[in-house]
């Protein structure tokens, strides 16, 4: 199950009619045990921070959908995602 915090509703549906790597991002999420959550990422205004909680209420994973292209040179791990990624990437990719 997927929820988006209150606070990243407006950014995240924008972004989700644009952006198809987005939506396979969350296509990828659901599939995910447990619930989780979507935050707006403090350090980046496209990117999302997410949590996953098990259903007996124990933490899983915590990660980023982090957004990636000429602004941080593809993935190279520059402001302002600060974030690798093996080949150049534009658009949405899971972080973990």
């Not at 982090?66 to 190279?76: F, L, P, T, V």
Request: proline share 3%; net charge negative; with cysteine.
């Amino acid at each position: 199950m997927i929820v988006i915090n209150e606070h990243a509703k407006e950014c995240w549906n924008a972004q989700l009619a644009k952006e198809e790597s987005l939506q396979q991002c969350l296509h990828s999420l659901e599939k995910w045990q447990g619930i989780i959550t979507i935050y707006r990422d403090l350090c980046d205004p496209l990117s999302f921070f997410f949590k996953q909680r098990y259903d007996n209420g124990q933490c899983g994973v915590c990660g980023g959908i982090i957004y990636h292209g000429a602004r941080d040179n593809y993935g190279s791990g520059g402001a302002p995602t600060f974030s690798t990624c093996i080949t150049p990437t534009q658009g949405y990719r899971i972080h973990t």
